[in-house]
């Protein structure tokens, strides 16, 4: 279950994705190694309207923390649209500490 302190970052970077904003994900460097074109491209590719993440979806996260990097995690949060409600499309991401909090990037998005 991925903490509750994750749950309003992962919700921003969701609304980003929603809302079609990748240069603004490429500037602050949460589109992390995908990039905002490949997350462009993937959504696009997929074919659906993806919409925010409803309350349920944290209870379908997985998380964990990443092995000998116990402040760093690993998370994977299943994505929804307005055509299927639950999707096969699922976000993953990594967690990394910052000073005082964590800072989340996209390591991949691609259907199950």
Sequence with gaps: MVPEA???AIRDLVGALVRGDFDALDQDGRSGRVGGDGLRRAIGEY???LVDLPDE???LTEAGSVAGRPDEWWI???????EEGRSDLSLELAALPTQDAHRFEVTDLHVL
């Design 76 to 82: 994977v949060v299943p994505m929804w649209t307005a």
């Design 6 to 8: 994750f749950r309003d």
């Design 57 to 59: 979806a944290f209870d």
């Design 47 to 49: 074919g659906q309207t």
